[in-house]
């Protein structure tokens, strides 16, 4: 792997709420990945109630949340693996929903706020509500700003970074190459110019390579390249991106 090192995310998805059962596994992940590993997401888009392959949809997780995050920072603290960052994501949350996060700092505690190293942000603009090209930089800055003064700050969470843990714009009809990447373009050097002043502490794109090119639907090509790795011209503008701002 040439030095590099991992970011995993264990997602929960426990139909029967088997919280312990899921922080023993967190526990096994530490031990087996723990020493190659820069952060470990306990579960992933909790917030998220209607789609089965969310963490969201499944009972007891934000006692996941608040008890998984202590279960492997302990574990890493006891291997001696002090460079492992732990934390949870959500997407874009508004109105009721900008609630979650507090409720998960009350529900956890000061000892659940200690440990957690950052927050995780999944966020996808111009994907499931369009937005004017010449509005998207603007959008980025204010969900970001949002995200950090009306959900992170008032949950007692404004001093951590946020870590943006996914986005992304898939191509297909009527979605053209190009157009993504002009929104990777728009959207990285947004966060980019925003780092410092945010605290954002990474940006990861959604997909290298799309799933599967032939299919039409939404999530089928989020890559960079297609299926058979043939890059888009996303591919170059994501590369030098990097190179820039990585």
């Not at 723990?34 to 934000?62: H, I, M």
């Not at 929903?97 to 927050?119: C, H, M, Q, R």
């Amino acid at each position: 792997m040439r030095g590099r090192r991992l970011d995993l995310v264990a997602q929960y998805r426990s139909a029967a709420g088997d919280v312990d059962g899921y922080c023993r596994f967190l526990r096994e992940l530490v031990e087996q990945y723990g020493a190659v590993t820069s952060t470990l997401q306990v579960t992933e888009e909790p917030k998220d109630t209607v789609n089965p392959v969310l963490d969201g949809c499944y009972p007891s997780v934000r006692e996941a949340i608040v008890l998984g995050v202590p279960a492997v920072r302990e574990r890493a603290r006891e291997l001696g693996h002090d460079e492992l960052r732990v934390g949870f994501n959500t997407t874009p949350l508004f109105g009721p929903s900008a609630s979650f996060i507090s409720e998960l700092t009350e529900l956890g505690g000061p000892s659940f706020v200690e440990e957690l190293d950052y927050v995780g942000l999944d966020f996808f603009p111009d994907v499931f509500r369009p937005v004017a090209a010449a509005d998207l930089a603007s959008a980025v800055e204010g969900l970001l700003r949002h995200h950090r003064d009306a959900v992170l700050t008032p949950a007692g969470l404004g001093h951590l970074p946020l870590h943006i843990t996914e986005h992304g714009w898939p191509t297909g009809e009527e979605r053209p190459p190009h157009r993504q990447a002009e929104v990777v373009d728009t959207v990285v050097r947004a966060v980019a110019g925003l780092a410092e002043e945010l605290r954002l502490s990474g940006c990861t794109h959604f997909a290298l390579r799309d799933a599967d090119s032939s299919q039409p639907g939404l999530f089928h090509r989020f890559g960079l390249t297609t299926d058979d790795y043939t890059p888009k011209p996303a591919f170059d503008t994501y590369r030098a991106l990097i190179d820039r701002h990585g």
